[in-house]
C-alpha cells in the first residue's frame, strides 16, 4: 500500500514488514520493491488456507479474502503489475485460485468464503470489467465461492485512469466530493455480462452507500444481491436493524469522514474509530449505564455537541434541559450542509438531523430564543453546566461595518448560511 512518508526500498509502511510484488513494474507504494519468489507464493497460499482453517476452528461461519486494493493478489491479478514472469505465477489468477481451493480442502468445500476482487482497475492498460467477466469470474465460479464482493479501482500509482473525471481510486474509499452509491452502474454492467455467460453468482456492491436509500440503490432489479458497508457500520453498527424496525430516522448516517481509518486509528492505535459516533469499538468504555445519582444538566448551546451530550446525559437518567439562543436546533454543521449546488454538502446536515431526532425521542426540553445569561442558567438550579456554544466570531475592524450589520448590508457566514433560499 501506498504511504504517506518516506520508506526504504524493498520495506513496507507498517514496521517489520516488506514491500514486494509479481514484478517491480507499476507498483503500489514502495517505487524499489522486491519480486516475490515462486517458493514464497507457494508458502503463502498454505498461510492464507491455515488462517481460514484456524478462524474456523475458531467458530467463525465463513471468511472474506481481501484479494483488492494493493494486496498481493491484487498486484497478481492486474495487467500492469503482473508483467514478466517465466513461472507458474505468469498465470494471474493461480495465486487467488490456490489460495480458495487449499482453502476447500482444510475446511470444506461447504465452508463459505466471500473473496473481495478488484473487478476493474480503471487505469489505461489494466483490465476493465469486460475482461473479469471473460478471464477471471468463469474459474471463480467454477470454486463455487458464496458470493463475489465487488469492488471497481486500483491503487497502482503513475498510470492515469480511464476515467475522465473520477479517480480510480475513488471507486475504492470514496473522498468527500465522490457521487453517492458510484458503483451502481459498474456492478449493473457486471450483473449484465454474468448472466449473458450463464454465470449465478451473487455479489456485493459498495462504495458511498451513505443512506437507506443508497443500500436499496445497490440492491434494485440487475444489481447486486448484497450492500457491503463501511463507514455506515461504524457510524451506526444498528443501521440494518433500524431499517428492519422502520426507525430509520434514528439511523447516524455516514458523513464519509474519519478516513484515516487505517493510517491514524488502526495501526497507531489498534482500534477503528467514528467521528461521528465516539463508541464504536469503545463499547465497554462507553457503555450507558443507569445512573442511581441523577442530576440536573444544563446545556447551553443546541448544535450537534451539544445535542450529543443532552440526549447522552437524558438517555444515562439525568434531568436535563438544552438553551438556545436561535430558534431551531443544529447549529454550524446545519448551516454548514446548506449548500444546495455543491455536490454532497448535505451529508454534514446528516448529523444534526440525527441528533433533532434523538431529542425527540428521548423528549429532551429546549428552550428557544434563549441568550443563556447567568440569571437564565440558575434560574434552572443546575448540578452541571454544560457549555456547548461553539466558537466566536472575529469581526473585523472597519469604520461602517456595525452599520452595514445592522442594516443588513453585510451579514455574518451564520446568518447567509441560515437562510433557507
Request: hydrophobic residues 40%; glycine residues 10%; contains cysteine.
Amino acid at each position: 500500500l501506498a504511504a504517506t512518508f518516506p520508506i526504504e526500498p524493498g520495506t513496507g509502511w507498517i514496521p517489520g514488514t516488506v514491500s514486494w510484488g509479481p514484478s517491480n513494474q507499476v507498483v503500489i507504494g514502495n517505487p524499489h520493491p522486491g519480486i516475490v519468489p515462486t517458493e514464497v507464493y507457494d508458502d503463502l497460499v498454505e498461510a492464507y488456507a491455515q488462517g481460514a482453517r484456524r478462524a474456523r476452528e475458531a467458530g467463525y461461519d465463513s471468511v472474506s479474502w481481501h484479494f483488492c486494493h494493493g494486496s498481493l493478489p491484487h498486484t497478481n491479478l492486474s495487467l500492469l503489475a503482473n508483467v514478466g514472469r517465466n513461472d507458474k505465477y505468469a498465470d494471474r489468477f493461480l495465486f487467488c485460485e490456490r489460495i480458495l481451493e487449499r482453502t476447500q480442502e482444510l475446511c470444506g468445500k461447504e465452508f463459505p468464503q466471500m473473496p473481495r476482487f478488484c473487478v476493474d482497475e480503471n487505469l489505461e492498460g489494466g483490465y476493465d470489467i469486460e475482461y473479469f467477466a471473460e478471464h477471471y469470474a468463469p474459474r471463480l465460479h467454477a470454486l463455487g465461492i458464496a458470493v463475489l464482493d465487488c469492488t471497481f479501482g486500483s491503487m497502482i500509482q503513475g498510470v492515469p485512469g480511464r476515467h475522465p473525471e473520477i479517480d480510480s481510486w475513488e471507486f475504492i474509499g470514496p473522498g468527500f466530493y465522490t457521487p453517492n452509491a458510484i458503483n451502481l452502474d459498474n456492478i449493473a454492467k457486471l450483473k449484465k455480462l454474468l448472466i449473458e455467460k450463464n454465470i449465478d453468482m451473487p455479489l456485493i456492491g459498495s462504495a458511498n452507500l451513505c443512506t437507506p436509500e443508497d443500500l436499496r440503490s445497490m440492491v434494485a432489479e440487475g444489481r447486486a444481491e448484497f450492500a457491503g458497508t463501511c463507514r455506515l457500520s461504524m457510524d451506526d453498527p444498528d443501521y440494518a436493524i433500524k431499517i428492519h424496525e422502520g426507525r430509520e430516522e434514528e439511523i447516524r448516517k455516514s458523513t464519509r469522514t474519519g478516513a484515516s481509518n487505517i493510517l491514524g486509528n488502526i495501526f497507531a492505535k489498534g482500534w477503528a474509530g467514528s467521528a461521528q459516533n465516539a463508541s464504536f469499538g469503545r463499547d465497554h468504555e462507553f457503555r450507558i449505564r443507569h445512573t442511581l445519582r441523577p442530576k440536573k444538566v444544563v446545556v447551553v448551546g443546541g448544535g450537534s455537541g451539544g445535542m450529543e451530550y443532552a440526549i447522552t446525559a437524558k438517555e444515562i437518567g439525568h434531568d436535563v434541559i438544552v438553551l438556545e439562543k436561535s430558534d431551531k436546533l443544529g447549529g454550524v454543521m446545519d448551516w454548514a450542509g446548506n449548500y444546495p449546488n455543491v455536490p454532497n454538502m448535505e451529508i454534514i446536515r446528516y448529523q444534526p438531523d440525527f441528533h433533532r431526532a434523538m431529542m425527540r425521542k428521548f423528549d429532551v426540553p429546549v428552550r428557544f430564543n434563549c441568550e443563556a445569561s447567568l440569571d437564565d442558567v440558575m434560574a434552572e438550579n443546575p448540578d452541571v453546566v454544560v457549555i456547548a456554544t461553539g466558537a466566536e466570531w472575529v469581526m473585523p475592524e472597519f469604520d461602517g461595518l456595525d452599520a452595514a450589520l445592522d442594516s443588513g448590508f453585510a451579514v455574518t457566514m451564520e446568518q447567509a448560511m441560515s437562510r433557507d433560499e
